[in-house]
């Protein structure tokens, strides 16, 4: 089955821990992509990936960092979290183009005390 | 820049009643559109979208939307909202932005159907 995953669904973490979401797809796809949706704000883009070791800022890149060392993982990562990153957060996968559509994943809720 | 916009953010019908959300964006060249539907606590799943062709796209569960470049619209319909559509609604657009393809979505519109 097609599909994108993430892990944990749920977290909960304090100020200043490093944590790491992951995010796997098995559809061969090139792009990937993080967002943090918000309410009132949609999804924002936080960091994509056109291919292996190919990475690079979106729309709220600060205080995220990500890595593409293969092409089906690409893990989120926060240094040192902070309360204003509770959020939900989406991995989506695509193949890189016109004419594609974005899979998501089922989201990881994250909650920074 | 490159926009997409959702006039409603929360909307609340009975049964049976027609909705149509609006959505409009603001692209330069060959823009898809899409619409997704998140269900509550689950993750975003698309309902329709519009590559090229006819303006008019039936998407998944009785939706359809309309293309119209004129008015850089790509409104949500449905003739007869049921309970279970009670979920949030993004339109999102497509398009090629510094020779990378970017996805921007709208700010998401809530419904919420009375049984």
């Known amino acids: 089955e097609a599909q994108v995953t993430q892990n944990p669904r749920y977290l909960i973490t304090v100020t200043g821990k490093k944590l790491t979401v992951t995010c796997s797809q098995n559809m061969n796809h090139e792009y990937m992509s993080w967002y943090r949706q918000d309410p009132g704000l949609g999804l924002r883009q936080i960091y994509y990936s056109m291919n292996v070791e190919v990475t690079d800022k979106g729309d709220v890149p600060e205080g995220y960092k990500v890595s593409r060392k293969e092409k089906r993982n690409f893990p989120l990562i926060l240094e040192s979290p902070s309360p204003n990153q509770t959020s939900l957060y989406f991995c989506?996968?695509?193949?890189?183009?016109?004419?594609?559509?974005?899979?998501f994943g089922q989201g990881t809720r994250l909650t920074v005390v | 820049a490159q926009s997409v916009s959702q006039h409603n953010h929360h909307v609340i019908l009975s049964e049976a009643a027609s909705l149509e959300l609006g959505c409009n964006y603001s692209y330069g060249g060959t823009v898809n559109l899409f619409w997704y539907v998140q269900y509550p606590g689950q993750h975003l799943q698309l309902l329709l979208k519009y590559f090229s062709g006819d303006p008019l796209v039936k998407g998944i569960k009785g939706f359809e939307a309309e293309f119209i470049k004129s008015k850089f619209s790509f409104n949500l319909r449905k003739p007869s909202v049921q309970w279970s559509d009670t979920a949030e609604y993004f339109c999102a657009g497509g398009a090629f932005t510094s020779g990378t393809y970017k996805y921007i979505f709208g700010t998401g519109t809530r419904l919420k159907v009375l049984a």
């Open positions: 989506a996968s695509s193949l890189q183009g016109v004419n594609t559509e974005a899979f």
